[in-house]
């Protein structure tokens, strides 16, 4: 099974520094981290030699610390499954999410979920990868999601959520239209009463708010991009019932019309983050599937 390490190399102005400082410095590592593969043989080396962090390292020198899992702790279970890989490295992978499938595993669905799929696509490839999500998306939403394949990784991905690092732009078709072609629906978001499931914008609810815009008029219905600054739990869906315009689909927000689509109508279709090690910007995009493109005029669908 391979593993994923990374690596510097000790140049000049380096020398001296304390394995430890170069770590958490030069390479970005937290203490959470450390403290999972420090103990390891192959856990913080120089030249291949494992080494206490306190060690100063010297010019020439290689330093490598282990980043994938030392144990498999997730419970994820391997499963065969279809997977949509946009994007694949040895620090992450991106996902094109079929509608219908959960992200995660839970009751009563334990090895038919991305993560089920994921571990199952690690076996395979010979990785020792866990399953590291970084955010997640309804079992209705389609479209594109990021997990981490360590938690190095998975770090430094979660701290870029909500921030212009980590940009997602979700396509939607709602019933009606919005007060206006664009504009930010600022409602705090909370259990509803009586309701395991539903969410509701409520006085003591969380701060949530949603940026929207205009993509295309579709007659009784509206084509839209939205983006979130927070991430709270079916925050697009109850933000648009709120005001007036659910999602064209939805069951628990507003009206089921299974002649239309079986689910409520929501994509991600655009992603944007940096690369957890290299710093790269990524992009990448995911067609709208085939149950949203039908509620579109062709001529509309870009």
Same mark, same amino acid.
């Given at each position: 099974?391979?593993?994923?390490?990374?690596?510097?190399?000790?140049?000049?102005? &380096?020398?001296?520094?304390?394995?430890?400082?170069?770590?958490?410095?030069?390479?970005?590592?937290?203490?959470?981290?450390?403290?999972?593969?420090?103990?390891?043989? %192959?856990?913080?080396?120089? %030249?291949?030699?494992?080494?206490?962090?306190?060690?100063?390292?010297?010019?020439?020198?290689?330093?490598?610390?282990? *980043?994938?899992?030392?144990?498999?702790? #997730?419970?994820?279970?391997?499963?065969?499954?279809?997977?949509? $890989?946009?994007?694949? =490295?040895?620090?992450?992978?991106?996902?094109?999410?079929?509608?219908?499938?959960?992200?995660? !595993?839970?009751?009563?669905?334990? %090895? =038919? /979920? *991305?993560?089920?799929?994921?571990?199952?696509?690690?076996?395979?490839?010979?990785?020792?990868?866990?399953?590291?999500?970084?955010?997640?998306?309804?079992?209705?939403?389609?479209?594109?999601?990021?997990?981490?394949?360590?938690?190095?990784?998975?770090?430094?991905?979660?701290?870029? *959520?909500? #921030?212009?690092?980590?940009?997602?732009?979700?396509?939607?078709?709602?019933?009606?239209?919005? !007060?206006?072609?664009?504009?930010? $629906?600022?409602?705090?978001?909370?259990?509803?009463?009586?309701?395991?499931?539903?969410?509701?914008?409520?006085?003591?609810?969380?701060?949530?708010?949603?940026?929207?815009?205009?993509?295309?008029?579709?007659?009784?219905?509206? &084509?839209?991009?939205?983006?979130? =600054?927070?991430?709270?739990?079916?925050?697009?869906?109850?933000?648009?019932?709120? $005001?007036?315009?659910? &999602? /064209?689909?939805?069951?628990?927000?507003?009206?089921?019309?299974?002649?239309?689509?079986?689910? !409520?109508?929501?994509?991600?279709?655009?992603?944007?983050?940096?690369?957890?090690?290299?710093?790269?910007?990524?992009?990448?995009?995911?067609?709208?599937?085939?149950?949203?493109?039908?509620? $579109? !005029?062709?001529?509309?669908? #870009?």
């Amino acid at each position: 099974m391979s593993a994923r390490y990374l690596t510097l190399n000790i140049t000049p102005e &380096l020398a001296g520094l304390e394995v430890n400082t170069l770590l958490r410095r030069r390479l970005g590592l937290s203490g959470t981290v450390l403290r999972r593969v420090k103990w390891l043989e %192959d856990g913080v080396t120089l %030249d291949g030699a494992r080494v206490n962090v306190r060690v100063r390292a010297q010019e020439g020198q290689t330093l490598a610390v282990r *980043l994938t899992d030392p144990v498999i702790s #997730s419970g994820v279970a391997p499963a065969p499954g279809p997977l949509d $890989i946009v994007y694949e =490295d040895g620090d992450l992978v991106v996902l094109n999410k079929a509608p219908g499938v959960l992200v995660h !595993p839970g009751h009563g669905h334990f %090895d =038919d /979920t *991305l993560g089920n799929f994921l571990m199952y696509h690690y076996k395979e490839c010979g990785e020792e990868s866990d399953f590291h999500p970084v955010h997640r998306l309804d079992k209705g939403t389609s479209g594109l999601v990021v997990a981490a394949k360590h938690p190095h990784a998975q770090e430094k991905l979660k701290n870029q *959520l909500h #921030s212009g690092a980590f940009r997602r732009v979700y396509l939607a078709v709602c019933d009606g239209a919005p !007060p206006a072609p664009s504009g930010v $629906i600022d409602a705090p978001i909370g259990r509803a009463e009586g309701s395991l499931m539903a969410r509701e914008v409520r006085p003591d609810g969380r701060p949530a708010r949603t940026r929207y815009k205009v993509a295309r008029p579709l007659g009784p219905r509206t &084509l839209l991009e939205l983006e979130l =600054d927070t991430g709270r739990t079916h925050q697009i869906r109850v933000h648009m019932a709120h $005001i007036g315009c659910p &999602l /064209t689909g939805d069951f628990l927000y507003g009206r089921e019309d299974r002649a239309l689509i079986a689910r !409520p109508a929501l994509h991600s279709a655009r992603l944007e983050l940096l690369h957890p090690v290299t710093g790269e910007r990524l992009r990448f995009a995911a067609p709208l599937p085939a149950d949203m493109a039908a509620l $579109i !005029p062709k001529e509309d669908i #870009s």
